[in-house]
Nanobody, 121 residues
Framework: QVQLVESGGGLVQAGGSLTLSCAAS????????MGWFRQAPGKEREFVAA????????YYADSVKGRFTISRDSAKNTVYLQMNSLKPEDTAVYYC??????????????WGQGTQVTVSS
């Protein structure tokens, strides 16, 4: 059974940083693409970032380019999202996702339960 568990969310002031982690279990994910999405109150879930199976290719939403960095540790089945220069509009529940397509630009086979990120102004 695939399970994705996010951690690292919390409350931070604007301009601050947070690092989210997502630990995957239930199978080996070294050949899976992994990614992050977010959903703000009253809005639809939106893509944030994705990383290919090798870690060699990354994709970012325009709204986070230059501020967020996605990375992965395949040995630990874990994907990370380093978030810098946070803005109040980054406030959302952040979800990780994995995809059996190793180069999926929008991973969406399996989802975690989410972790809350709140950025105060």
């Amino acid at each position: 059974q695939v399970q994705l568990v996010e951690s690292g969310g919390g409350l931070v002031q604007a301009g601050g940083s947070l690092t989210l982690s997502c630990a995957a279990s239930g199978r080996t994910f070294s050949n899976y693409a992994m990614g992050w999405f977010r959903q703000a109150p009253g809005k639809e879930r939106e893509f944030v970032a994705a990383i290919s199976w090798s870690g060699g290719t990354t994709y970012y939403a325009d709204s986070v380019k230059g501020r967020f960095t996605i990375s992965r540790d395949s040995a630990k089945n874990t994907v990370y999202l380093q978030m810098n220069s946070l803005k109040p509009e980054d406030t959302a529940v952040y979800y990780c996702a994995v995809d059996s397509n190793p180069i999926a630009t929008i991973p969406n086979d399996y989802w975690g339960q989410g972790t809350q990120v709140t950025v105060s102004s």
